[in-house]
């Protein structure tokens, strides 16, 4: 398999690609778009698009792609849209009017930051392009309850995350906001779609706190890090796959919950799984993995998509925690682009801990 990791601002967008099988996971952020549109574009199609979840860091770049004349022919896509998730009567029609619906939404999307900002097509739910354009997609929601494993070409995917209760966690949530709002909707229009999605773009993990001071820097204190939860319901719903093409495999973890892939392995009676790759959790969060996980992953490459401008990603309790309870003793952390607080004694104190490498501005690899 070949991996590369486009640049995607904070945010995910990695194209997968064994023999002629291409897939593309996520699409960053809606500025990153020029930066990874002619990588591929360059393909007449792509066997299939992953969105694994409504985060802006992950949906907008992919907007642009979709309203773009230029992009692939898409074979596939595989998304829990609004339309999955809240599981209502979809009106395709766009002139039902949603005043209510509107101003909600537009309180919902409120958000400042360029990298947020759709700015290509404003008001524009990604749920409600995939089925204007008429593009091959899931017609029930993916979830580990239901899915064992998606075929797309020579690449099998087998499903992790989310589950049946995740979704339905979410679709009451959402039906309560609407409840509060004294706003009842029993179809799924064009509005509602955007109202819902803003609203999951939202929801923002309230449990950030600010890097560790280089001057302190010691591997094993990170790594004893007092883990807590990532709080993000958004997060919690995150499609992840175990990718394997007969060859070679990679965790694909877009923002899911460690506890998540714990409850896969014990289903699957993994006690420990042998995988050449891990793509990090929403983006190295240290509230996205723990000892827990690490020490049931037989991997010796982890990567990391991020540029670590909003939320400080990857954090430096992550890196400690792999390089000391991962099960192989010669680890790679490879992340896509320079990070400011991954300074150069940031990598020569792992490198002098047990040889851990941390590899910045990595584009491309095969496994």
């Given amino acids: 398999m070949k991996i590369t990791l486009n640049y995607a601002g904070n945010g995910d967008c990695i194209l997968v690609e064994s023999g002629n099988t291409r897939i593309l996971f996520d699409g960053g952020t809606a500025a990153s778009y020029s930066k990874w549109k002619e990588n591929v574009n360059r393909f007449r199609d792509l066997d299939c698009l992953v969105v694994t979840h409504f985060d802006s860091d992950h949906t907008n770049g992919i907007i642009k792609l979709l309203e773009s004349n230029q992009k692939p022919i898409i074979n596939n896509i595989l998304f829990n849209s609004a339309n999955e998730v809240l599981e209502l009567e979809d009106c395709l029609c766009g002139v039902i009017e949603d005043i209510e619906v509107d101003a909600l939404s537009s309180r919902l999307a409120s958000l400042p930051d360029e990298d947020f900002n759709i700015g290509f097509s404003e008001g524009t739910s990604l749920s409600y392009l995939i089925r204007n354009q008429n593009i091959k997609s899931n017609k029930k929601a993916i979830t580990s309850d239901v899915y064992n494993s998606i075929n797309v070409g020579e690449i099998s995917m087998q499903v992790i995350s989310p589950s049946m209760k995740t979704l339905k966690k979410l679709k009451n949530q959402w039906f309560e906001v609407l409840n509060d709002e004294g706003v009842k909707r029993k179809i799924l229009t064009k509005s509602h779609s955007l109202a819902f999605e803003n609203y999951l773009r939202s929801l923002k993990e ?31 719903s995150s499609l992840a796959f175990l990718l394997q093409n007969g060859k070679s495999s990679i965790l694909m973890l877009g923002d899911c919950h460690a506890e998540d892939v714990l409850t896969w392995l014990d289903k699957k009676n993994i006690k420990e ?35 670590g401008e909003v939320f400080k990603h990857p954090d430096l309790e992550t890196l400690a925690l792999l390089a000391k309870y991962s099960i192989n003793k010669k680890v790679k952390i490879m992340i896509n682009n320079p990070i400011k607080h991954v300074t150069k004694n940031v990598v020569k104190t792992f490198l002098d801990y047990n040889g851990t490498e941390i590899i910045l501005n990595v584009k491309e690899f095969n496994l």
């Fill in 206 to 236: 309230d449990n950030f706190e600010e890097i560790t001071a280089n001057t302190y820097l010691d591997v094993d204190t990170l790594a004893e890090f007092i883990y807590k939860k990532d709080s993000s319901l958004a997060n919690e």
């Fill in 273 to 307: 799984l042998k995988v050449d790759a891990v793509k990090l959790s929403h983006h190295g969060s240290k509230h996205n993995i723990n000892k827990e996980l690490v020490k049931r992953l037989n991997c010796g490459m982890y990567l990391v998509s991020t540029n």
